[in-house]
């Protein structure tokens, strides 16, 4: 079964520090994967998307995200970081086969806390 | 503007009454999804469904129930047997399975269980 792993639940940047968040999942086959975010009380916004092609994929509000098969990793980086990304930050993995649905599993999210 | 759109924004549930929260979307989607969101647990799937009239459980579908009449909707019931239905539940929807499955969602609806 396919499965996302996101081992920072919490992090806390300086603004105007780089980022990068965690994401590894389990999969068989190439999979979708998604890098979303939610502000408190609110529903969850795409940030980027990888299905194939450049592994360096660039999303909304200047992130970015690096698909890495070799470590089944998709983490998430932002070279300066704002005040107002303070916010829950999930990754996601989909299928690829029909025969899957279109479904995708979630990361448990990491918070991401920004310093003044 | 196209979008997904749920209500009520909160809702307050005595326990052993049922509730229906809405999910309506107008951006064209066969698929549509139910997620349970829990402090510390990410996004846990409830139900989908992949076209009108048709819908599958997702991993924790025990104490809901649904339906789906009209391409547009995707109503959810939260049942008396649903043992801590206290949560934010989020509407998703996206295109068929086949294409590009990013999934949209709405702003959710936060049940609190009094």
């Known amino acids: 079964a396919q499965s996302v792993t996101q081992p920072d639940i919490h992090i806390t940047v300086s603004e105007g520090a780089s980022l990068e968040l965690r994401c590894n999942y389990s999969?068989?086959?190439?999979?979708?994967l998604f890098w979303y975010v939610q502000s408190p009380g609110q529903g969850l916004q795409l940030l980027l998307k990888?299905?194939?092609?450049?592994?360096l994929v660039q999303g909304i509000k200047g992130f970015e995200a690096e698909f890495k098969r070799s470590q089944s990793s998709f983490n998430l980086r932002k070279p300066s970081v704002h005040w107002s990304d303070a916010a829950e930050y999930f990754c996601a993995v989909g299928p690829t086969l029909l025969g899957g649905g279109n479904k995708l599993t979630f990361g448990t999210g990491t918070q991401l806390k920004v310093e003044l | 503007d196209g979008g997904i759109t749920q209500s009520p924004k909160y809702l307050f549930r005595k326990e052993g009454q049922n509730v229906t929260l809405s999910c309506e979307q107008n951006l064209n989607h066969d698929a549509m999804y139910w997620y349970r969101q829990d402090p510390g647990q990410g996004l846990r799937l409830i139900y989908y469904?992949?076209?009108?009239?048709?819908?599958q459980k997702g991993d924790i579908a025990e104490g809901y129930s649904v339906s789906r009449e009209k391409k547009e909707s995707f109503p959810l019931t939260v049942t008396s047997a649903q043992k801590n239905p206290t949560a934010f539940y989020l509407c998703?929807?996206?295109?068929?399975?086949?294409?590009?499955?990013?999934?949209?969602f709405g702003p959710g609806t936060r049940l609190t269980v009094l």
């Open positions: 998703a929807s996206s295109t068929p399975v086949g294409l590009y499955n990013e999934q949209f």
């Open positions: 990888y299905f194939s092609g450049d592994t």
């Open positions: 999969y068989g086959a190439t999979p979708y």
């Open positions: 469904s992949q076209i009108v009239n048709d819908f």
